[in-house]
């Protein structure tokens, strides 16, 4: 996780130091040719950060202290060259594996390219290189390790050692960016050329991307074998996901978090099952905290009744709605 973040940090330092001009295209347009730059996949989403930042419920949370706490920090750690969230305009994320790390990101906003690059080549913390690939130049950041103080001070080098960071990143154009590991940015690179399949032309993953296409957040997740056993517990009576061979959904954010997803399955017969014992799961929990005398767990109990979980042929389709009041009880 703490590999994403700094990703996640890096793609907006990227979009936001400079110019401050956002495109004008549709989102829906947007997140397509953002993705007909990424490698092809097994999760794949697309975050309208200007309508998630621009919610009633983003400007409700940020006079939350702990989330307060946690925005001060990321800015503080980017104020350095004048980055804000708010000036993006669309992410679009990949992953290759089974889980969260190793993600592609790509970004639209707005940036001023020279002004970046003196930027991050200014910065202490950072050692900034370049290299030649397929007529773009491929960035690589190296995050410098604190000097050392006290003793070891003393028999310390003159100069920083540096930590190499498999982090780059480079410029489609004047309003697109991909960051990722090396590998994956060279990958991004062979996709617009055209040697290797985009996430775009997945179908199944396109799909179901399109369903959803005006969400503030859409994601699709192609399910694997290995996702499926990563998901068992002997713990909890969780289904047996290895029937579901796609997940989809989307969140919307506006006063509150709207979220609905479908779990598909092979077969009518398996997406009932699925169902039943995910009905029994939200059941159990119900119980659980009714139980429990805490008013941030009386909050999650009274949100969880807003949960439905229902079969529909090969289908199971769960839905939520999370009301403004929740976060802000649970966040206290």
Same mark, same amino acid.
């Given at each position: 996780?703490?590999?994403?973040?700094?990703?996640?940090?890096?793609?907006?330092?990227?979009?936001?130091?400079?110019?401050?001009?956002?495109?004008?295209?549709?989102?829906?347009?947007?997140?397509?040719?953002?993705?007909?730059?990424?490698?092809?996949?097994?999760?794949?989403?697309?975050?309208?950060?200007?309508?998630?930042?621009?919610?009633?419920?983003?400007?409700?949370?940020?006079?939350? #202290?702990?989330?307060?706490?946690?925005?001060?920090?990321?800015?503080?750690?980017?104020?350095?060259?004048?980055?804000?969230?708010?000036?993006?305009?669309?992410?679009?994320?990949?992953?290759?594996?089974?889980?969260?790390?190793?993600?592609?990101?790509?970004?639209?906003?707005?940036?001023?390219?020279?002004?970046?690059?003196?930027?991050?080549?200014?910065?202490?913390?950072?050692?900034?290189?370049?290299?030649?690939?397929?007529?773009?130049?491929?960035?690589?950041?190296?995050?410098?390790?604190? #000097?050392?103080?006290?003793?070891?001070?003393?028999?310390?080098?003159?100069?920083?050692?540096?930590?190499?960071?498999?982090?780059?990143?480079?410029?489609?154009?004047?309003?697109?960016?991909?960051?990722?590991?090396?590998?994956?940015?060279?990958?991004?690179?062979?996709?617009?050329?055209?040697?290797?399949?985009?996430?775009?032309?997945?179908?199944?993953?396109?799909?179901?991307?399109?369903?959803?296409?005006?969400?503030?957040?859409?994601?699709?997740?192609?399910?694997? #074998?290995?996702?499926?056993?990563?998901?068992?517990?002997?713990?909890?009576?969780?289904?047996?996901?290895?029937?579901?061979?796609?997940?989809?959904?989307?969140?919307?954010?506006?006063?509150?978090?709207?979220?609905?997803?479908?779990?598909?399955?092979?077969?009518?017969?398996?997406?009932?099952?699925?169902?039943?014992?995910?009905?029994?799961?939200?059941?159990?929990?119900?119980?659980?905290?009714?139980?429990?005398?805490?008013?941030?767990?009386?909050?999650?109990?009274?949100?969880?009744?807003?949960?439905?979980?229902?079969?529909?042929?090969?289908?199971?389709?769960?839905?939520?709605?999370?009301?403004?009041?929740?976060?802000?009880?649970?966040?206290?």
């Amino acid at each position: 996780m703490k590999r994403i973040a700094f990703i996640m940090m890096l793609a907006v330092v990227v979009l936001t130091a400079g110019s401050r001009v956002i495109s004008a295209r549709t989102d829906a347009q947007t997140g397509i040719d953002l993705l007909q730059l990424l490698p092809d996949g097994n999760i794949v989403a697309v975050i309208d950060i200007q309508r998630m930042t621009a919610s009633s419920l983003w400007a409700t949370l940020g006079t939350q #202290p702990k989330v307060k706490s946690a925005l001060d920090k990321m800015q503080s750690d980017i104020s350095e060259i004048g980055v804000s969230l708010s000036d993006i305009q669309t992410v679009a994320l990949v992953f290759a594996g089974k889980d969260l790390s190793g993600a592609t990101v790509a970004v639209t906003g707005g940036f001023d390219q020279t002004s970046l690059l003196n930027h991050l080549r200014s910065n202490q913390k950072i050692k900034l290189t370049s290299e030649k690939y397929k007529n773009y130049d491929v960035y690589k950041v190296e995050t410098a390790t604190p #000097p050392p103080s006290g003793d070891a001070a003393k028999a310390a080098v003159p100069a920083p050692q540096r930590k190499p960071d498999d982090t780059s990143f480079f410029f489609y154009d004047s309003k697109t960016a991909v960051v990722g590991s090396a590998a994956s940015v060279r990958a991004s690179v062979d996709t617009k050329s055209g040697a290797r399949p985009s996430v775009a032309q997945n179908a199944k993953l396109a799909e179901a991307l399109a369903q959803n296409a005006s969400a503030v957040i859409r994601f699709a997740i192609n399910m694997t #074998p290995a996702m499926a056993n990563g998901l068992s517990s002997s713990q909890l009576p969780i289904p047996d996901f290895s029937s579901v061979n796609l997940i989809f959904g989307a969140i919307d954010v506006a006063s509150g978090v709207d979220v609905n997803a479908i779990l598909r399955n092979d077969t009518a017969d398996h997406a009932k099952s699925v169902a039943e014992r995910l009905n029994g799961l939200l059941m159990m929990v119900k119980g659980y905290l009714t139980s429990v005398s805490n008013p941030k767990m009386s909050a999650v109990s009274e949100a969880l009744k807003s949960v439905s979980i229902v079969g529909n042929d090969i289908d199971v389709k769960i839905t939520a709605s999370l009301p403004q009041e929740f976060f802000v009880q649970v966040l206290k």
